[in-house]
């Protein structure tokens, strides 16, 4: 059975910090392209983080230079370090892991973690 537990969110100030973490079972963690989305109130889910099996990331523009994201194939886990933040990046975060394997696709969500930034 594939889940991907996130934990983390929480409310935190203006200028804070939160770490959040997705701990995979059940997928080959090792191959797969992990990534955080994100999605307000009234909004569409958008890409905020993705990092790829060899360990390549890439950013949305509007967290570049304020989080970072990484994995530990060991612990089964991606990490999304958030520093600097603003009230705009108050959603709901969701974890996502996506591979190839015999010529089919895979993907998976988490069922997301609140993060809410006071002014």
């Known amino acids: 059975q594939v889940q991907l537990v996130e934990s983390g969110g929480g409310l935190v100030q203006a200028g804070g910090s939160l770490r959040l973490s997705c701990e995979a079972s059940?997928?080959?963690?090792?191959?797969?392209?992990l990534g955080w989305y994100r999605q307000a109130p009234g909004k569409q889910r958008e890409l905020v983080a993705q990092i790829t099996d060899e360990g390549v990331t890439n950013y949305a523009d509007f967290v570049k230079g304020r989080f970072t994201i990484s994995r530990d194939n060991t612990k089964i886990t991606v990490y999304l370090q958030m520093n600097s933040l603003e009230p705009e990046d108050t959603a709901v975060y969701y974890c996502n892991s996506q591979y190839d394997l015999s010529h089919v696709h895979y993907e998976y969500w988490g069922q997301g973690t609140q993060v809410t930034v006071s002014s």
């Open positions: 059940g997928i080959i963690f090792s191959i797969a392209k």
